[in-house]
């Protein structure tokens, strides 16, 4: 839980669990299994996905996480960092969210799997940047992306990623999406 520069953050979210618990090792664990439970109900979930609007990314960050945080589904409004990666700030997670999903929903359709590769890369590194949440981002945004790309009838085998590669992929994604785009265009596939 201590990811992230604000040590002020490990408090928050210790003070926010839903279960009451004090210790880091035990949130992790319990946010772990509660985490699973419900990513599963999204797999099950066909219905889940109408839209891939801001309101519906919101919604997912709140399904994920309404067992383990009060903050569910709300944008943060503290500055959060990784790493030498500072993400959006906080003021402007409202207006950057807009636009990206409107780009998002008005997407052209997918001529190749480069260019699937190309824009799916685009927007996870977006996303990743645009960091809304104090907690849960990276999982929400790879459940988001991988549904987006199944509404494309792009398959991303995010089993098939190597997590070290991942890992390089999304760092090194604030200055180039070319380590993300080879990533998707190793681990993607038209499903028709």
């Known amino acids: 839980m201590d990811k992230y520069k604000s040590t002020d953050n490990d408090q928050f979210l210790l003070k926010n669990n839903r279960f009451g618990v004090s210790s880091f090792e035990e949130l992790r664990d319990l946010e772990a299994m509660a985490f699973a439970a419900r990513a599963t109900e999204i797999v099950r979930e066909k219905q889940f996905w109408e839209t891939f609007s801001e309101q519906a990314f919101k919604k997912l960050h709140f399904h994920l996480f309404q067992d383990v945080y009060h903050f569910a589904g709300e944008y943060r409004n503290v500055q ?3 790493g030498n990666t500072r993400f959006c700030q906080a003021e402007y997670i409202a207006s950057y969210a807009a636009d990206l999903f409107e780009e998002l929903t008005n997407e052209p359709v997918w001529r190749s799997i480069e260019e699937a590769a190309d824009r799916l ?3 996870k590194t977006e996303l990743n940047l645009l960091h809304p949440f104090r907690e849960g981002n990276g999982r929400t945004i790879r459940i988001f992306i991988h549904a987006f790309a199944l509404s494309r009838s792009i398959n991303w085998q995010y089993e098939n990623v190597d ?3 991942y890992m390089h992929a999304m760092i090194q994604s604030v200055i ?3 380590p993300l ?4 265009l190793n681990t993607i596939a038209f499903t028709n």
């Open 163 to 165: 997590r070290e590669e």
């Open 176 to 178: 180039t999406t070319k």
């Open 80 to 82: 959060l960092a990784k």
């Open 121 to 123: 890369a685009y927007f």
């Open 181 to 184: 785009y080879q990533l998707f």
